[in-house]
């Protein structure tokens, strides 16, 4: 009983050759969970709030009204402070997090002592629960009880109110912020870093280069992509941010701290959901509109490896 | 076919062994949130929402004790809210949703308007159990024609809690106008302590100075509430109203408050206040049991007295109705019939000595044969006083449902000079714009 294999037969499903240009539509199954799953949480309700973004929602019955949800949202000062501060919390954190990212990026792919201890510590803090470290930070920077304000007492610096001078509280929270964010810029820069093929280091030494020429010749224009991808990233973060604001000084002292998200957060917790959506609409069209061009401004500078 | 060796078969069998029993336990449920099975021996199950707090859980674990002892065939399970905006969308979500426990305990007054009663709770009236609760209490608990809950906790006033012993150091009496205030706190200013504390870090202590000279508003203008309802008062515009707003601008332009009043919580005002290095705390007189908590045997030093007005002849307490016990619509039955059980013993004698036995009064109770004893602190004693002189009225959100919600941030600002009186009751007036329109209400 020898069982001969039958010659192989082109193995053509029929139904491919229908098809035109005989694209098989088989990985479209794969891809249809997913898609559920995104269109049901998430496009769903985008597209349900911007309708809600356009009524008065008290949660039992919605009374539509137009526009005058924006209109209120830009008129009233606290709402427009809130503008304002998420700008300059992203550009703070954004800016913070690519040149210190860049920096601990640059130091931790070269050769020192504790490489891989160091490595982790600037890590560690990405892992952390945010609202965790909110509130620790909360605890450190108390003006009179806290941590901070003791180390510096015993070199003779009397410490600042951090969270409770209104000028002070966003730059604060920013600063915690980058802490807790740079490590993530660290890891993206050394990923690009590493991936500069060593011909180029060669080739800039053998050209006679110092350590500053090849940084801005070699590293910074091949490593671009790290870049664009911080800059994105911790750039629409910052925009969005909530929870560690949120965690340390909800907004205050009176609305100084407050951005764009945890006003739509306040307006949600007294009820006035329509508002809060029309809030998120805006913090959507925001985060678009800066982003996309950013990106596509981006990508054109990036060089060819 | 030869046996496969014994080695494979071996380890898969154990490794089937071993993990055959977590799947097993994967396979039970739980429990998914509050239960509903029926209790043991035959009786009924309940479950009540209340505050997650420490002292609202004491209060409402005695009032079960209590309870389950005189009906033993309901068993009552508590089940714990956030307090604050937190708890108020809570409450609202569940009841949209229908997943509010059979019982839950909410404000009284504006904040019940707001949960939709007619749609969302079963109504109460006529029932015996509304028997005892008093005529003053019940209008802030009816929504159309019914009623839809009884009063649990006592009232409370909104005012000023202080250090009698310091008072009594500098030879000081109990402002009753607003110059003696000022002059007051000139006085202890000057002995080294500080006047006014506040307490930041818990925002909502900063709306005392706005809230509780309400009194002093409506003694001027009995129809402000209904004018300021109908958008014909504001608080900007009124020499009156706006004075709440201008007294706290005053108390921190002259350095009357404490040095930490931007960092500290309502506990550590409470122990400055006990130790005697501040002097005088504007907060709610319900507070107490934070006072009780912290500084149990500063209790006697402590009274408390209204905020002052210009005038000494109307000086009186804005006075706070109590949280209700109320019954939503989905509770049917026997659950029903337990709920109601409930709340006919809490507004009864019974009732009111459960809650004295787990945190002091602070302030009456609003149900007839309910007496407070007469080992209250000091501080439930002088509110007593006002409601037994008749000088006391009630505060402006049981009143008017119009309260926006960013008070307390106006009045931080106000408060640590980030912005001036005038300024802050401005934004406060567009603020409850927003709350006045989301209620649907004639005239904004």
């Known amino acids: 009983m020898a069982t001969t294999l039958r010659p192989a037969a082109p193995a053509v499903p029929r139904r491919t050759r229908g098809r035109r240009g005989g694209r098989s539509p088989y990985p479209g199954w794969f891809y249809l969970p997913a898609a559920v799953v995104y269109g049901v949480l998430f496009l769903v309700p985008t597209v349900a709030s911007f309708y809600f973004a356009l009524t008065r929602w008290t949660i039992f019955t919605s009374e539509f009204i137009g526009v005058d949800n924006f209109v209120q949202f830009f008129q009233e000062p606290a709402l427009t402070k809130g503008f304002v501060n998420t700008f300059v919390y992203a550009a703070i954190t954004s ?170 957060y306040k307006q949600y917790q007294a009820g006035f959901y329509g508002l809060s959506t029309a809030g998120n609409v805006i913090l959507f069209v925001a985060v678009i509109a800066i982003v996309l061009p950013l990106t596509r401004f981006l990508a054109r500078k990036e060089v060819e490896l | ?191 080294g302590i500080a006047p006014v504390i506040q307490t930041y870090q818990d925002t909502w202590t900063s709306q005392l100075f706005v809230l509780g000279d309400f009194h002093n508003i409506a003694a001027a203008n009995p129809q402000w509430a209904e004018q300021y309802t109908g958008n014909k008062a504001k608080y900007a515009t009124d020499p009156n109203a706006i004075k709440g707003f201008q007294h706290l601008q005053d108390v921190h332009d002259a350095g009357y408050e404490n040095s930490d009043f931007a960092s500290i919580k309502l506990e550590d005002g409470m122990r400055e206040l006990a130790a005697g290095t501040g002097a005088m705390y504007p907060i709610l007189s319900a507070n107490v049991s934070t006072l009780q908590s912290v500084a149990p045997d500063k209790l006697g030093d402590i009274g408390f007295f209204a905020l002052p007005g210009d005038d000494a002849a109307t000086n009186g307490l804005t006075a706070w109705y109590p949280n209700a016990l109320y019954v939503p619509a989905t509770t049917k039955g026997d659950k029903l019939a337990a709920a109601e059980k409930l709340l006919a013993f809490v507004a009864s004698p019974a009732g009111c000595d459960a809650l004295t036995s787990a945190a002091a009064p602070t302030g009456p109770y609003l149900i007839d044969g309910c007496d407070l004893p007469a080992d209250v602190p000091q501080v439930t004693k002088d509110v007593q006083a006002y409601f037994d002189s008749g000088a006391q009225s009630p505060a402006l959100e049981f009143l008017s449902p119009v309260k926006g919600p960013n008070l307390e941030q106006i009045t931080v600002e106000i408060g640590s000079g980030i912005r001036s009186a005038a300024d802050g009751a401005g934004l406060y007036d567009e603020d409850v714009k927003k709350q006045a329109q989301q209620l649907g209400l004639s005239g904004w």
């Open chain 1, 95 to 264: 800016g913070a997090k690519v040149v210190l990212g860049l920096a601990l990026g640059m130091l931790l792919t070269s050769q020192i002592l504790g490489r891989g201890y160091l490595r982790a510590v600037v890590f560690f803090p990405v892992l952390v629960s945010t609202v965790g470290v909110g509130i620790t930070f909360q605890v450190l920077m108390n003006p009179s009880k806290g941590a901070i304000n003791a180390a510096l007492g015993v070199i003779g610096i009397h410490g600042p109110g951090w969270l409770v001078d209104p000028s002070l509280a966003l730059l604060s929270v920013a600063l915690v912020d980058v802490w807790k964010g740079v490590g993530l810029a660290t890891l993206i820069y050394m990923a690009g870093i590493v991936s500069i093929p060593k011909e180029y280091y060669e080739a800039a030494r053998v050209d006679g280069a110092g350590s500053w020429t090849l940084f801005r010749n070699v590293i910074f224009p091949l490593s671009w992509p790290a870049t664009s991808t911080v800059v994105t990233l911790s750039l629409i973060g910052g925009l969005r941010s909530f929870d560690l604001i949120w965690s340390m000084t909800r907004g205050g002292p009176g609305f100084t701290s407050d951005v764009i998200a945890s006003v739509i």
């Open chain 2, 1 to 191: 076919m030869a046996l496969r060796p014994t080695r494979t078969w071996t380890l898969k069998g154990l490794a089937v062994l071993v993990l055959a029993p977590f799947a097993l336990a994967a396979c039970s449920a739980g429990s998914l949130g509050s239960s509903d099975a029926s209790g043991s021996a035959g009786g009924t199950t309940i479950t009540w929402l209340t505050g997650t707090d420490e002292a609202a859980q004491a209060s409402a674990k005695a009032v079960v004790d209590a309870f389950q002892k005189a009906n033993p065939d309901v068993t009552v399970k508590l089940d714990a809210r956030p307090a604050g905006a937190d708890g108020d969308n809570l409450v609202k979500t569940r009841l949209q949703t229908g997943t509010m426990p059979d019982v839950f305990d909410y404000n009284s007054g504006s904040l019940f308007q707001q949960i939709a009663p007619a749609k969302n709770l079963t109504p109460l009236t006529g029932k015996p159990l509304e028997k005892a609760v008093q005529e003053s209490f019940t209008p802030q608990v009816t929504s159309g024609k019914d009623v839809y809950g009884v009063p649990y906790g006592t009232a409370f006033g909104g005012g000023v809690m202080y250090n009698r012993a310091v008072f009594a150091k500098l030879g000081l009496q109990v402002p009753k106008t607003w110059a003696e205030f000022m002059a007051a706190s000139e006085k202890i200013k000057a002995a």
